[in-house]
């Protein structure tokens, strides 16, 4: 009974309504039909219209006529490109304008500049993975994996101490930078609104970005070597001189996210009878956590590959080492400028390891920026529109 | 359970600025209380001074006093964190916390707070904070899901149901309805007779009708010009107010001769 009477009114909205609706939001001021002035004027919302494939074809063209040219001129493949775009750029538009409006043109010529804007962002990305793949993939394996460099001359050996190294220094430095950023940036959005130990603290984390790298690896080295003599390498060392880089970009990202959450729920909290730092601790953080790790993990990616400071303070050894507060510890940049520079006789296998260690490094950053998104997505605001 | 409040010679201000000026009433206990006024009078701002939300924002000061059950709000020794425990607050735009649940929003009172509750006690409050506020009957088969799912009014309705939930003494609302559609404004004024009976309420409206429908008291505030501060015209009666108000300004106000 109920199932054919409750689909009429909706069967009855559905078909006509569409068309109208759209044609009204297109052209919102259109003049309507008035009755009686109908006097014959005809009003038409249609304009002429490229066919569909009319960027295929003249892709191809321009590809085709581009392709001639290079071939003839003796260009090489990339000029080839560049003058198939240029080619397309001019083509597409001038048939557009010819045939359908000039506000249509620009919207093909601006559509294919930010194609051609993005191509050629994307093409370093590409050739740099395309490189590290075609020269790294084969070193890696089992082997490569779990063996250090120990008493190794010529082929053989692995990145198992450098991994090793990486993971361990990289961990302790987002143990040290994480507390401190974060808590910086919770001082600077929820207790100092403009006062000016804000106004200090922003400036000093701004000065901090743009200290250069092997600058915080001598500011640790010193800083252990009073401790520990001249001449001193621990793996923690590295860790500080990373958090050094690191704390700044923790501070500015976990504050960005900070500020993005409504006042309103600092307030709702408040008027709960929260006390502030549990609203802090239970509304606000929860809140922006996906944010804050996401920048955790961009900050974390941002100084695994940090190879100046690692040189100086944590050092580079042959072995796996496992203690962060004594002695020399390797690190997979670290490995990469050691296998590359002095890659020993013959070239050919520190050089494929370097490779590898390439091929690692660049896996490690994407592995945990995947994981990254998962834990944001898993923690994220339950919206279910 | 249910408490008046005593204003007394208050003024508000954010900054340098005084926002509202030498306000004296007395808020009558278990019954509605209507605050009516143009924009930028200060009918949120005295609003917000009554749970000491007003010095959230920073600069922010009251002088004078409010004194509910022999007690001065602004005395040194109260805590602004337990004043707005016993004085809830509804918002104009509906708030609900977005990481919570529509069960954890209407406990986020005790849950924000630590407080352990044992299973079937905290479903007791909430099934009838939920019921209180009109919306158990919409929800129940959807406890779990999200607060932000929920239409405008509906979070509306639970960002009341999180309010009463507490239990406070009083609760104050800043122009709860007008983000809201007919059907669910005259679904939270349902809500508030039915509240009443329990709680102090004062309402801030911009809606006439609505402050002669649901209210027992009315007061309006006014303001001299622009940048001067606000104050308290008149306040009686809503039945006197609407009727024959003792102010020019009132009546000019509320029959729609003004500015
Ligand atoms: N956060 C604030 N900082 C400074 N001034 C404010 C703030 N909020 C409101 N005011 C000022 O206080 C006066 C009263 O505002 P408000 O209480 O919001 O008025 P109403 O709710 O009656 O429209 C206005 O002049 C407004 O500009
Ligand atoms: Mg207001």
Redesign the pocket.
């Known amino acids: 009974m109920t199932g054919p009477l409750k689909s009429t009114p909706r069967a009855t909205e559905a078909t006509p309504m569409p068309r109208t609706t759209s044609a009204q939001t297109r052209f919102p001021q259109a003049p309507r039909p008035e009755r009686g002035a109908g006097t014959g004027r005809h009003l038409s919302f249609g304009q002429p219209h490229l066919p569909w494939w009319a960027g295929w074809l003249v892709a191809a063209v321009s590809a085709a006529a581009a392709a001639l040219l290079s071939l003839t001129l003796g260009w090489n493949i990339a000029g080839g490109a560049v003058v198939a775009v240029v080619l397309f750029a001019i083509a597409l538009p001038t048939w557009s304008v010819l045939v359908e409006s000039s506000r249509a043109a620009k919207d093909r010529l601006v559509t294919t500049l930010v194609w051609a804007a993005f191509a050629i962002a994307l093409v370093p990305l590409v050739s740099l993975m395309y490189t590290v793949l075609a020269n790294g993939l084969g070193v890696i394996n089992g082997q490569f994996l779990t063996y250090s460099m120990r008493n190794v001359i010529g082929q053989g050996g692995g990145i198992y101490h450098a991994i090793i190294g990486t993971v361990l220094i990289t961990l302790a430095a987002t143990l040290i930078s994480v507390p401190v950023g974060l808590l910086s940036a919770i001082y600077l959005v929820e207790y100092g609104v403009r006062n000016r130990t804000a106004r200090t603290i922003t400036f000093l984390v701004d000065v901090m970005t743009g200290i250069p790298s092997i600058v915080a690896g001598l500011f640790a080295y010193a800083l252990f070597a009073l401790f520990f003599g001249q001449g001193v390498r621990m793996g923690f060392g590295g860790a500080v001189a990373l958090s050094l880089l690191m704390i700044p970009i923790v501070v500015r990202s976990c504050e960005e996210m900070l500020k993005l959450v409504p006042g309103d729920l600092r307030e709702a909290s408040y008027a709960l009878g929260v006390p502030k730092w549990r609203t802090i601790v239970k509304v606000v953080l929860p809140t922006a956590l996906p944010g804050i790790i996401t920048g955790v993990t961009l900050a974390i990616a941002r100084v695994i590959g940090e190879t100046a400071p690692l040189l100086v303070i944590a050092g580079s050894t042959d072995s796996v080492n496992t203690n962060l507060f004594a002695e020399r510890m390797m690190t997979l940049p670290v490995f990469i400028y050691y296998s590359f520079t002095q890659p020993g006789v013959p070239a050919q296998f520190g050089q494929d390891r370097a490779w590898g260690a390439a091929l690692v490094l660049i896996v490690i950053v994407m592995a945990l920026n995947l994981v990254a998104r998962a834990i944001g997505r898993t923690f994220s605001p339950k919206t279910a529109r | 359970m249910a408490k008046s409040i005593d204003v007394s010679d208050l003024n508000i201000y ?2 340098d ?1 005084l ?2 000026e030498g306000v004296t009433m007395t808020i009558p206990s278990r019954s509605v209380t209507a ?1 009516i ?12 001074s009554l749970n000491r939300m007003h010095e959230v ?1 920073p ?2 000061r009251v002088e004078g006093k409010i004194v509910i059950d022999g007690q001065d709000l602004y005395g040194s020794e109260v805590d602004p964190v337990e004043v707005r425990r016993q004085i809830g607050m509804v918002f104009q735009r509906p708030n609900p916390f977005p990481t919570m649940s529509i069960y954890d929003n209407v406990l986020a009172g005790s849950r924000l707070n630590s407080k352990r509750l044992p299973k079937d006690r905290a479903d007791e409050i909430v099934e009838r904070s939920l019921t209180s506020a009109n919306l158990w009957v919409e929800v129940k088969d959807r406890l779990n899901k999200p607060g932000q799912g929920l239409s405008g009014g509906q979070q509306q309705r639970l960002c009341i149901a999180r309010a009463i939930a507490v239990e406070p003494q009083v609760l104050l609302m ?2 709860p309805c007008s983000a809201l559609d007919p059907i669910s404004t005259s679904a939270i004024e349902d809500l508030i007779h039915e509240l009443k009976s329990d709680y102090t309420i004062v309402i ?1 409206t911009h809606n006439m009708q609505q402050a002669a429908r649901v209210s027992e008291d009315t007061a309006f ?1 006014n ?1 001299a010009g622009a ?1 001067k501060p ?1 104050n308290l015209v008149e306040m009686n009666p809503t039945r006197k107010i609407f009727s024959n108000p003792e102010e020019k300004a009132t009546e000019a106000y509320i029959s729609g001769r003004f500015g």
């Open positions: 954010y900054g600025f926002a509202v605050l006024g143009p924009s930028g009078c200060g009918k949120s701002t005295f609003l917000r924002i600069g922010a800043d122009e801030v505030f303001l940048g606000g």
